[in-house]
């Protein structure tokens, strides 16, 4: 049996050699496995407490404000250039775009940090002090791990998506 060229002779249609893996990309590739990561165990955690968990604890709105904070505090984040934070311009408009972008950022990561915080909050008031054990005690750590989770990737996919790639020119006319 002999390879085609219709399918460049491998075994996979796909071709790995194709992929262009820079630093940036594997970067932002493992910024989407932490985050898709943190969303399941969030989410796992949601659904073992409604379907499975037959006690009287389950995954409610305080569960989920740590969570929302941080999903908001990484797109919060993530939407602020990289570029913008240095004001290198004597113009006004240059520091004043400067000084908004690095309060924005500084609103994004306190954001994440408050997500992260709370989440702890949270499972030692509601899940620690009552002396929970086994599943429910699952539900805050579940908690606890989705915003680290969260966390990592908003922190990685701000530094890498901000990288220039190997072979990105930046040409200005």
């Known amino acids: 049996m002999s390879s085609s060229p219709e399918n460049g002779g491998g075994l996979f249609r796909f071709r790995f050699s194709s992929l262009h893996l820079s630093y940036r990309n594997l970067g932002v590739y493992s910024s989407g496995v932490f985050f898709a990561s943190g969303i399941w165990v969030f989410i796992n955690a949601c659904l073992t407490s409604k379907l499975v968990n037959g006690g009287d604890v389950h995954v409610e709105f305080e569960d989920w404000v740590p969570f929302l904070c941080s999903l908001l505090g ?12 240095s004001g290198d311009s004597f113009a006004y408009t240059d520091e004043n775009i400067a000084s908004k972008a690095r309060l924005i950022l500084f609103i994004g990561f306190s954001l994440l940090a408050s997500g992260l915080a709370g989440s702890f909050t949270v499972f030692i008031l509601k899940y620690l002090m009552n002396g929970y054990q086994g599943m429910t005690l699952w539900l805050g750590l579940s908690n ?8 990592i990737s908003a922190s990685l996919l701000w530094v890498t998506g901000n990288m220039n790639d190997d072979y990105h020119y930046n040409l200005q006319l």
């Not at 606890?144 to 966390?151: D, Q």
């Open 74 to 85: 990484m797109i919060i984040v993530n939407s602020v250039d990289k570029s913008r934070l």
């Open 144 to 151: 606890i791990i989705s915003n680290i989770l969260l966390m």
